[in-house]
């Protein structure tokens, strides 16, 4: 069985799959923990992305961390098959995964039984040039008129995801949000443990988180990076030391602009999760969280055939 360890960014996500992996092997099952943050497969991207040092890792084995170059494209049916492999080399060893992050797309892509509709190089390309030429507005409109709901769900802002969108309509003749799956329907049997906190908590935790980021020295790390990909430049807190860096924002407004950036994308992350059905939520400051989420992968290997 897969347990995998979900909420917003800023709720302990990381430490809750240590103490869970170090009970699990105390109780006899080891465990071994596989990231599904999309950042944190880039190598050198550590401070902004919250990622765990070797050292605190518990000597916890953990996959699909730092395995791309900042200039690589990042892609979730890459990473989905990545992902799976891991976790059944992880299985056939005996042991529990934990898929651990808060990058909806892609922890929905391992768990849920998610398939990906092929590529049009031609449909790309065009639709590429015309985004390159004319912007997303256009594209958005077109978009919005042959599959609202993915219109309205990918923002008019997103061209990578409206090009996208569009080619697999164009492909398929369905709508884009078609092969999206059954959130009622796993690939593996799955135990899934969510960390919530209230609002005003959360709020005040990621402003302080993006404060100590630059406090560690994030600009330093974004300036020694090079060139960034177009995946690897949306994460937050890179571009907006890079805008410091070239003087286009001081260094109050470059932390300013992150904060605004990763409040919205905890929110995002919040309205995610919460469609996921069957979801163990535990207040992210419980101490009684561990034990709480043992007894909810418990009681769910009990339910579980195949565990």
Known sequence: MIVAVVGATGTGKSALSLDLAERL?????????????????????????????????RGIAHHLLDVLDVAEEASVADYQTDARAAIDEILAR??????????????????????????????????????????????????????????????????????????VIELTGQPFGSGLPSENAFWRPTSIIGLQSPRELLVHRLDARVEAMWADGLVAEAQGLGTLGVTA?????????????????????????????????????????RRYPG?????????????????????????????
């Open 233 to 273: 430049a949306r994460a937050i807190g890179y571009a907006q030391a890079l805008d410091q860096l070239s003087g286009e924002l001081t260094e109050r407004e470059a932390i300013e602009q992150a904060q605004a950036l990763t409040r919205r994308y905890a929110r995002r992350q919040v309205g995610w999760f």
């Open 25 to 57: 092997g105390a109780s006899g099952r080891q465990a071994e923990i596989v990231n599904a943050d999309a950042m944190q497969l880039y190598r050198g991207m550590d401070i902004g992305t919250a990622k765990l040092p070797l050292a605190d890792r």
């Open 94 to 167: 005996g042991r529990v995964p934990i898929l651990v992050g808060g990058s909806g797309l892609y922890v929905s892509s391992v768990i849920y039984d998610f398939q990906f509709p092929g590529t049009d190089p031609v449909a790309r390309e065009r639709l590429e040039a015309e985004l390159s030429q004319r912007g997303p507005g256009l594209l958005f409109q077109r978009l919005a008129e042959l599959d609202p709901a993915a219109a309205a769900s990918i923002g008019p802002s997103n061209g990578r995801r409206i090009v996208r969108a569009l080619e």
């Open 279 to 307: 979801v163990c939520w535990l207040d992210a400051d419980d101490p009684a969280r561990l034990m709480t989420a043992m007894d909810a992968i418990a009681t769910r290997a009990a339910e579980t055939p195949s565990a």
